[in-house]
């Protein structure tokens, strides 16, 4: 049994603050601080240019791959870290249609993250030749696959309501139709077990700075089934991504299997953070994780509808269809997070009136969920979120 007291242990969390927010930002791991110090003192500062060699630099996106790939069932050597998600999904997209160069159309669902289907529509601009974006609700992905799609591109987990689909049922009906399945794993990977190899999953991306805490701006992942490996063509040709990178070529040879995915210079001091959070990681078994989840995410909701009434359930109750979030709404959603937050309690806000709450038995339990439950009671039958200053929109939300 994995052991949540002994993970809550590795985090640096501020004293007197009920974090729920991990599904957007994780928190500090006490071992990135000395790990992202060794990286600039000992390696940068005294190796220099040499740690790309000494320190292992160049390396760092396959291994930190694997490790990631452990957690979303990848099989060894098909994940590698590096660029942001939006790049990876566009990588994602452009090997998926140059795949299947005889259909047009790439199928999304409108609760995606808009970023993906910016990607997707940018690729199918630049294309032209009639490549089309199709989106249609989410819940109406299955009925909309037909031999028009190339492929499919959806994000597991919703972002905003935490409905969750069904990977495995889904990527099966893509290839029964003959199209490709495309996989964004932002907010599953660290809060849901995942299965790409198993569910046959041709392509996933994703994110390391949610659920699996590797700071702010840490690198994205890229997955590409054995399969298709040496099949795939990238459309962004890094240097990186050639079959020799130092021997200079003028023109491009892509790199064995995964590596072709890469494309610039890895963010080495990010990614020292990145692999000091992966090491929270070694004894958590993802069962016990989805399993605690899941009771914090009960816990959360019972308390919610019993005590404020006024808001309304967005993620679905039965568990299958669920990620490891719990989102409310209610017109006045933004000024009651903010209200939130000045107690002490963080979780966020999505457009237009989500409240968002997520729940990661790494550092959260049952003692902290109730306790937000209280304050945010406290907050609706006493009005408190009513203040100007809370209904004024900062940057991030």
Known sequence: MTDFTATRAMFD????????????????????????????????????ITGWNKAGWMAQPMRLGDRIGRLVGAEPGTVVVGDTLSIKVFQALASAVQLRPDRKVILSDTGNF?????????????LGQGYSLRTVAPEAVEAAIDDSVAAILITEVDYRTGRRHDMARLTAKAHAAGALAIWDLAHSAGAVPVDLAGGGADFAAGCSYKYLNG?????????????????????????????????FDLDYRPGPGIERMRVGT??????????????????????????????????????????????????????GQRGSQVSFRHPEGYAIMQALIARGVIGDFRAPDILRFGFTPLYIGAEEVGRAVEILAEVMAGGLWDRAEYRQRAAVT
Request: aromatic share 6%.
């Open 13 to 48: 969390l501020p004293e007197g603050v009920i974090y729920l927010d991990g599904n957007s930002l994780g928190p500090l791991p006490r071992a990135a601080k000395a790990r992202v110090a060794e990286t600039v003192a000992a390696e940068w500062g005294e190796m220099l």
């Open 114 to 126: 808009p970023s993906d289907l910016y990607m997707a529509d940018g690729l199918c601009r630049m």
């Open 215 to 247: 700071g702010p701006g840490a690198p994205a992942f890229i997955y590409v089934a054995p399969h298709h490996a040496e099949a795939a063509l990238p459309a962004l040709s890094g240097w990186l991504g050639h079959a020799a990178p130092f021997a």
């Open 266 to 319: 890895p963010p080495v001091i990010q990614m020292a953070a990145l692999e000091a959070a992966l090491d929270v990681w070694d004894g958590v078994e993802m069962a016990d994780l989805r399993a605690k989840s899941l009771d914090l995410g009960d816990l959360f909701i019972a308390g919610v509808e019993a005590a404020c009434p006024m808001l309304t359930l967005a993620t679905p109750r039965a568990h």
